[in-house]
């Protein structure tokens, strides 16, 4: 499954913060990590983040588009119906 999400680097900490609209109508994944823009490492931190927030190993999490971009599109291999159900339960609270 693709997932869009907006990173924010060299944040105060590693936060999901929820899901956010675009401009254009689509909804966007709302990411902080507190590593720096360079060298891929606020890549990999977002990846780290997103494998223990959905509990899926880091190998399945994959960026397609925006490494260097706040705004990215990531692949997520698995089960599309259990990622989206975690989604939805943890950005409902």
């Known amino acids: ?7 924010t680097p060299n944040a105060s ?6 899901v956010e609209p675009s401009g254009d109508g689509d909804m966007w994944l709302k990411a902080r990590v507190t590593s720096v823009p360079e060298d891929g490492k606020a890549n990999k931190a977002l990846i780290q983040l997103l494998s223990k927030w ?8 994959s ?9 990215k ?14 989604l939805d339960r943890l950005t409902a609270r």
């Open 1 to 7: 499954m693709r997932l869009t999400v907006r990173l």
């Open 13 to 18: 900490r590693d936060a999901v913060e929820g």
């Open 54 to 61: 959905l509990k899926v190993p880091k190998s399945s999490i």
């Open 63 to 71: 960026i397609l588009s925006g490494e260097t971009a706040r705004k």
């Open 73 to 86: 599109i990531l692949r997520i291999d698995g089960d599309p119906e259990d990622v989206i159900n975690r």
